[in-house]
């Protein structure tokens, strides 16, 4: 047997000088991008894309939400025309938020009610236009309540019951315009046993429930509420029904429960100062879950490189890529058209 020849080295006066013994380098591993690229352990697709959409009357044209620089209310058709665009760019699904013309609101929240209301009329019409796509709807009354509150109120209270059998409903009729998966964003408790019991007995075996599970009473929710209408109108704030901002075992009782009830997803939300719940809830029940990179975050990320003080194309990235290193398996986010037709382009 011949003796193996030495392998090659680097002769000694190549080696720099004054070389560390260091028997670990990490930073052999982001030397260029191809390897970098081969060690990356998580990865943004466009499969990982819910978009919000906010609807408003009218016959046709879109109006900018101040608050949310680049997002528009879109009319019925003009919504149909995203759809197509989202459905295009394999967007999987789209949720959708009504701007309620303020005359219809009133302290029940009757329109939600309505069949033909301006959400069931829009879902309608994408089902239609766009088979291809999901559709989510939200389930609370916050679009339709003088007050702007997710329930019907005694006074200062907001009533569980009540309004859970009012949501329930709402989601029947929502299920019965197109809706894919509905979303009770409510956070009245036993609404999705509720809400599942409605469904199946109006025939709706299929239809998925994605609960916002753990759901914060936020100052990040301000931007949407422009959007909806609701930012004048609430009354007080949400903090006897959404969860305290201190609270973590909590967040994993509420999706213990909505599990329980029959919910085939979850939903933390705000997003991305709720990282550390997200990542929880995945560790501890293994179950699809979404986050909600709420309004006031892009809105954030938005003002910010709006004035030049952040690169916002690789902050809207580098946040959604967090969510996925959280263990998110989606992201609800103002950005999806966006980030979407930068991931195709990457191809
Ligand atoms: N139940 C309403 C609802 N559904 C989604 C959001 C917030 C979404 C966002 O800020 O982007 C809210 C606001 C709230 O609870 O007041
Ligand atoms: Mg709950």
Redesign the pocket.
Known sequence: MSKLSPLPRRSSEEAPASSLNLSHRLRRNRKADWARRLVQENVLTVNDLIW?IFVVEGASGRTPVASMPGVDRLTITEAVREAERAASLDIPAIAL?PYTDPALRDPTGSESLNSRNLVCRAAREIKKAVPSIGIIC?V????YTSH?H?GVMDGERILNDETVSLLVRQAVLQAEAGADII?P???MDGRVAAIREGLDAAGFLDVQIMA?AA?YA?A??????D??G?SAT?VGD?RTY?MDPANSDEALREVALDLEEGADMIMV??GMPYLDIVRRVKETFAVPTFA???????AMIQAAAGNGWIDGERAMMESLLAFKRAGADGI?T?FAPHVAQKLKNRG
């Open positions: 919000p938020f939200d609370a009354l916050d679009p702007g997710d979303a964003s409510d956070m916002y759901k936020s990040f929710y301000g931007p949407f509420r959007a909806i609701t609430l949400k959404q939300k705000p909600y990179q709420v309004s006031g975050e892009y609800l103002y």
